[in-house]
């Protein structure tokens, strides 16, 4: 199939982990590198509208202080997790401490960026709370990110 995570497996992955998903070279020479950060068991769980949005939110934000390479963090339809999208082809090592800096940076807000009406489409969907406690999770997995089958 020509999407990628299609071909993946899903009964096989154990969350949550992170997962090098898709490598594009543009047409100008440009490469574009996409990460699968799962954090919730397929098919078993799923992460609720108002923590993914949130925690998209404040990835998005939060995330550009610690790289230039970030270009999109987006969360799947599945909401068991999310794509982060960068420029170029850093090692996995800079992706890990990239994602890892920011759930912290989660750990520590106190409000979620642009939750209003002004900034966002459906400012009111969002709770802080809720991605606070997906992301404490997600870091509590820390040692097994790189382990995406059992």
Request: proline share 5%.
């Amino acid at each position: 199939m020509n999407v990628e995570s299609f071909n993946l497996d899903h009964r096989t992955v154990v969350a949550p982990y992170v997962r090098l998903a898709d490598t594009k070279q543009l047409p100008q020479g440009d490469v574009i590198v996409k990460y699968d950060v799962r954090f919730t068991q397929p098919n078993a769980a799923h992460l609720e509208m108002p923590a993914v949005h949130s925690i998209e939110h404040l990835f998005a934000e939060h995330s550009r202080n610690h790289s230039e390479r970030v270009i999109d963090f987006s969360p799947m339809g599945c909401q068991t997790g999310f794509y982060l999208i960068l420029q170029g082809q850093p090692e996995v090592t800079e992706v890990l401490e990239l994602i890892e800096a920011t759930m912290t940076d989660i750990l520590a807000a106190t409000e979620v960026p642009a939750a209003n009406e002004v900034q966002c489409g459906w400012g009111a969907n969002h709770s802080l709370t809720a991605a606070q406690e997906a992301v404490s999770v997600f870091l509590a997995g820390r040692a097994g990110w790189e382990n995406v089958t059992a």
